[in-house]
Nanobody, 123 residues
Framework: QVQLVQSGGGSVQVGDRLRLSCEAH????????VAWFRQVPGKERQGLAA????????AYSGSVRGRFTISLDKDNNTMILQMESLKSEDTAEYFC????????????????WGQGTQVTVST
């Protein structure tokens, strides 16, 4: 069983940067597929970024590619989402996820989830 505890988030301005963290407890994140999703009210949870179990391959949705970076802090068993050049449409609740057997950016693939953290980007 993996427990994911998120930190970071908050309110920023358009063009700012923000870093989200997700610390795992109960098992290592190494050799696991880990990912970040986001959701706005009334819409499906959207997959943003995945880091494959090999620890090097990544996948990003088109809406964040080139602006967001997913990484793994192995020393602290923590996954990171570094967000740059934030836009108002990035406003959402953000979730970390881990443990997919098949590393796809789909909600159903992941058994373990963080509690969510709000990111609000304003002009």
């Amino acid at each position: 069983q993996v427990q994911l505890v998120q930190s970071g988030g908050g309110s920023v301005q358009v063009g700012d940067r923000l870093r989200l963290s997700c610390e795992a407890h109960g098992d290592t994140l190494m050799n696991k597929c880990v990912a970040w999703f986001r959701q706005v009210p009334g819409k499906e949870r959207q997959g943003l970024a995945a880091l494959f179990p090999d620890g090097s391959r990544t996948a990003y949705s088109g809406s964040v590619r080139g602006r967001f970076t997913i990484s793994l802090d192995k020393d602290n068993n923590t996954m990171i989402l570094q967000m740059e050049s934030l836009k108002s449409e990035d406003t959402a609740e953000y979730f970390c996820a881990a443990g997919a057997d098949i590393c796809l950016l789909t909600r159903a693939a992941f058994p373990y989830w963080g509690q969510g953290t709000q990111v609000t980007v304003s002009t």
